[in-house]
């Protein structure tokens, strides 16, 4: 993170990496674009990290797509084709492909970096133009737990109920599984201000990250056993009288039941579980209970595992009890990772989801929504799978038998990532939209290149729920095509009954139509007030003409809480634990994360030229580098059940003696990973498998 400069001119946009949306300026200075932070930002105030300074890296790069790629069928290989004839090659293989196996056979896989408008565009591209149930995207591996989990106990799913700025104003922040020093650099600057002014900050992660270095108290428990802790700090929170009686009584319902659940809940049972040492469990549970405002704040470390869900509501019943939800600089909220990882999920892209953040089986919202497209509502198809259960029914009996990607880079992302590898390989077709020939878009049939985010005007919605506008500053290379164009031609070809508009403001007027009255209402939000007012938060119905303009919502929960009767459930939960446990023959837990240079599956970052590539490397403990006998720097081999990975040691003590760690931007650490699913989020068990390590022979 850097220093505030002072006020830019060129054209304002947002950062094109993680859900911060740092806001910046792009200014064209001859042949290169210059990125400067917009100083009055609110959420950066004039930082930004390494990436978003780099982000112009991609812009006119050597191995950016100007021009669609067809694979030769005599050669194998892929060669050029113009648009017409790719676009013609994909509609009609799909047709083709339907019409032998049904709508189902043709799938669609999104991403939750895509804008709100591309993402709104998609899933009606699923639903009208395709006609398909088979939609799902990449933000079901982001914050899906902490959505599902959300919903159940608030009623609502926004990622952060109050600004992110709210971080300085409370007095403790407790951060479950999130490494935002790392991840959202300028983030940290809250986390900073709260301890000049005295207050608190906590961090529970089996590695001693960049942000624990900013913590006054730091946990590490074993991957996977978070949920455990939050049981143990109920427990202990209940014995000292700590409970709000007042709140969990007029705001909650459940607790009484949740209060007899933690009961057996002994700081020991949790040490044993977890590792984390009784005291600082009882030092944890003391500074909850002495903190006047309290924010809980849930991360990926917390969230992506086969009890997701299960272990966010129990940092909700947590702050539930405690009566946090709804104060002021208080509460629970979950840090999302993808810049749209927000938006990403309300306009349609879920397999189970319509615009709006409505349930795809309602039939009020299918004919709402059916409504604003100009389609009957019995042709809109029901619910499909969820995107590892997607991808992994590819090329199988009664499976999809084509996928179109846009947004996403599985053969990286997804987990066990060898066996959805074969399963890409298995299609009749795969088309992959993308800037740069990706790991997935070298395996595509059809590659079509699109214009990147300062190439393009479109919305996103930031962790806090603040809807921004990204604004085109330069043309896109020729060649290159607006995705809305693509979405709209490619609608058009494949006989859309209605048409596909490609003016973003007018997509973003349609996506705010299609959510009124929704649980994600944008339909009082346009480009305009955007632009004007630094980002409007959702909720944001429209109103009257005449009257004021609603104002947005930036904080949730003060009076009551979505559900029908305004009061949140407080949901017993019990503690698993991760699928795999350590054994014999894989005796270490494995966990994986991010590094600062990196973003996601790494297909743009990793390209640019500024940011250091180190490739994948494998961190372990002094003690098991020791065992094993490798030095900082020698190359050992993790494995798994699924897989394998070659990576040079680094030997750190920040980590648990009984785990390693593996970043996940570079092909290998989702060869290792597991593939159980929550059963409420279907969220994979990324976070948390048995491993084993030794040292690699040479080569
Ligand atoms: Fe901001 Fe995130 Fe971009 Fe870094 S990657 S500049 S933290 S939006």
Request: proline share 7%; hydrophobic share 40%.
């Amino acid at each position: 993170s850097t220093p505030s400069v002072g006020p830019a001119t060129g054209t304002r946009t947002h950062c094109p990496y993680c859900s911060l949306q740092c806001g910046m300026t792009l200014e064209r200075s001859g042949r290169t674009l210059q990125v400067q932070p917009w100083a009055d930002f609110p959420v950066n105030e004039g930082a930004l990290c390494r990436k978003g300074w780099t982000a112009t890296g991609l812009r006119g790069h050597r191995e950016r797509l100007t021009s669609p790629l067809l694979r030769d069928g005599a050669t194998g290989e892929l060669r050029t084709a113009s648009w017409d004839e790719a676009l013609d090659v994909v509609a009609t293989r799909m047709r083709a492909l339907q019409a032998e196996s049904g709508p189902d056979a043709v799938a669609v896989f999104g991403g939750g970096g895509l804008t709100n408008e591309k993402a709104y565009q998609l899933g009606k591209l699923a639903r009208v133009a395709l006609g398909t149930s088979q939609i799902d995207y990449n933000g079901r591996w982001c914050m899906s737990s902490a959505a599902s989990a959300a919903n159940q106990a608030l009623g609502l799913d926004r990622g952060l109920p109050f600004p992110l700025a709210d971080l300085e104003r409370t007095d403790l922040v407790v951060l479950v599984g999130s490494n935002l020093a790392e991840t959202m650099p300028p983030a940290a600057r809250h986390l900073d201000r709260l301890r000049e002014r005295g207050g608190r900050v906590v961090v529970l992660d089996p590695r001693r990250t960049a942000t624990a270095e900013r913590a006054d108290l730091v946990l590490q428990p074993l991957p996977g056993t978070d949920l455990a802790v939050a049981l143990g700090l109920l427990h202990l929170l209940d014995g000292a009288g700590a409970v709000d009686e007042e709140y969990v009584a007029t705001r909650t319902t459940g607790f009484e039941d949740v209060r007899r659940s933690v009961a057996g809940w002994w700081p020991e049972r949790v040490e044993r579980v977890s590792g984390v040492a009784a005291e600082d469990l009882r030092e944890l549970a003391g500074l909850l209970a002495d903190a006047e405002r309290a924010v809980v704040l849930t991360a990926r470390g917390a969230e992506q595992h086969a009890q997701g869900t299960d272990t966010v509501l129990a940092w909700i019943n947590v702050a539930l009890a405690l009566g946090l939800p709804g104060r002021d600089a208080s509460g629970w909220g979950c840090l999302t990772g993808q810049g749209n990882g927000q938006g990403g999920r309300e306009h349609g892209q879920k397999a189970d989801q319509l615009p709006g953040y409505r349930m795809i089986d309602d039939p009020a919202a299918r004919a709402h929504v059916a409504g604003v497209w100009g389609v009957a509502p019995e042709t809109l198809p029901g619910p499909g799978r969820s995107a590892y259960e997607l991808l992994e029914a590819l090329g199988t009996a009664g499976g999809p038998r084509a996928l179109l990607v846009t947004g996403s880079n599985p053969v990286v992302s997804a987990p066990n990532a060898d066996h959805v590898t074969e399963r890409l390989d298995a299609l009749d077709l795969l088309v992959v939209v993308d800037l740069v020939l990706s790991e997935t878009a070298a395996r595509a049939d059809v590659v079509l290149p699109v214009a990147q985010w300062a190439e393009e005007t479109g919305t996103m919605t930031n962790l806090e729920g603040r809807v921004v506008l990204r604004q085109r500053a330069v043309a896109p290379p020729a060649g290159v095509r607006d995705e809305l164009e693509l979405l709209a031609d490619l609608a058009a070809r494949l006989g859309s009954p209605v048409p596909f508009g490609t003016d973003a403001a007018e997509v973003f007027a349609e996506l705010g139509r299609a959510s009124a009255g929704g649980r994600a209402d944008y339909s009082g939000i346009t480009h305009e007030r955007v632009r004007a007012e630094q980002g409007v938060f959702w909720p944001c119905p429209a109103v009257p003409e005449g009257r004021a303009p609603h104002p947005g919502t930036p904080r949730l929960f003060a009076e009551r809480f979505a559900t029908p009767d305004g009061r949140a459930r407080c949901r017993v939960v019990e503690h698993r634990g991760p699928v795999e446990q350590p054994d014999a023959a894989f005796p270490l837990h494995l966990t994986t994360g991010r590094v600062l240079a990196q973003y996601q599956s790494g297909a743009q970052t990793r390209r640019i030229r500024d940011l250091p590539d180190t490739g994948p490397f494998v961190e372990l403990h002094p003690l098991l580098a020791a065992r094993i006998g490798a030095a900082d720097g020698e190359p050992v081999v993790v494995t798994t059940r699924r897989g394998s990975l070659r990576a040079p040691a680094r030997v750190v003590d920040s980590i648990r003696p009984d785990t390693v760690f593996v970043p996940f931007h570079w092909v290998g650490a989702n060869r290792l990973t597991h593939d159980a699913l929550d059963p409420s989020s279907r969220m994979p068990e990324f976070k948390a498998c048995a491993a084993a390590v030794w040292l690699a022979a040479s080569p």
